[in-house]
């Protein structure tokens, strides 16, 4: 593979770049935590934007060659936003917990996402409104708590914010990218 072909394939992954994890002993400011919130927030009205743009003969095409199709995509951002809210409030409720990771390719193999992904748009919604009215809620301390997560280490509920905020804007900005290419 040439240097401009894995670039293009980088790009086409990461069309806003890979997420950059800061280190667990610097915590985000109150206007960074802001400002992650706020990105959640809009997540939900930049998917189903790009969802009333689609056809259903869009939803099994892949958002990218060797890539998930649209339909998997959509329901991937929901399960792994659902996530984000159990680690959250496990993370709150108990001592430095060990949180569970999952197979995320295997999850989109399961019967479920084969629904249509509205079905996941609607889920997405609510998980985002559930997951931001705890957000909104918490204190600096609670920020900084800590869990275990057995692939990526310790964290804290400040990289948890900022690792969704970038999660949702990386896959919305790969089905931008996909809508765009499809024009």
Same mark, same amino acid.
């Given at each position: 593979?040439?240097?401009?072909?894995?670039? @293009?394939?980088?790009?086409?992954?990461?069309?806003?770049?890979?997420?950059?994890?800061?280190?667990?002993? !610097?915590?985000?400011?109150?206007?960074?935590?802001?400002?992650?919130?706020?990105?959640?927030?809009?997540?939900?009205?930049?998917?189903?934007? $790009?969802? /009333?743009? #689609?056809?259903?003969?869009?939803?099994?095409? =892949?958002?990218? +060659?060797?890539?998930?199709? !649209?339909?998997? %995509?959509?329901?991937?951002?929901? /399960?792994?936003?659902?996530?984000?809210?159990?680690?959250?409030?496990?993370?709150?409720?108990?001592? &430095? +917990?060990? $949180?569970?990771?999952? /197979?995320?390719?295997?999850?989109?193999?399961?019967?479920?996402?084969? #629904? =249509? =992904?509205? &079905?996941?748009?609607?889920?997405?919604?609510? !998980?985002?409104?559930? %997951?931001?009215?705890?957000?909104?809620? %918490?204190? /600096?301390?609670?920020?900084?708590?800590?869990?275990?997560?057995?692939?990526?280490? +310790?964290?804290? !509920?400040?990289? #948890? #914010?900022?690792?969704?905020?970038?999660?949702?804007?990386?896959?919305?900005?790969?089905?931008?990218?996909?809508? @765009?290419?499809?024009?």
């Amino acid at each position: 593979m040439t240097d401009a072909t894995e670039q @293009a394939s980088e790009q086409q992954r990461f069309p806003i770049g890979r997420h950059q994890r800061r280190d667990i002993d !610097v915590p985000n400011t109150p206007d960074e935590r802001t400002g992650f919130i706020e990105r959640l927030a809009q997540q939900t009205a930049s998917m189903a934007t $790009i969802m /009333d743009g #689609l056809e259903e003969s869009d939803w099994g095409n =892949p958002y990218r +060659p060797g890539g998930w199709t !649209v339909q998997q %995509l959509v329901h991937h951002v929901a /399960d792994s936003h659902a996530n984000a809210l159990i680690r959250l409030k496990v993370a709150l409720t108990e001592d &430095v +917990p060990t $949180i569970k990771p999952y /197979d995320q390719d295997a999850w989109v193999t399961l019967a479920d996402c084969s #629904l =249509p =992904p509205h &079905v996941s748009l609607m889920m997405f919604m609510a !998980v985002q409104t559930r %997951l931001i009215s705890v957000l909104h809620s %918490l204190d /600096d301390a609670q920020f900084r708590r800590r869990f275990l997560h057995p692939e990526n280490g +310790p964290m804290t !509920v400040d990289q #948890l #914010l900022a690792l969704y905020a970038w999660h949702g804007d990386h896959h919305i900005a790969q089905l931008q990218a996909y809508k @765009a290419a499809r024009a």
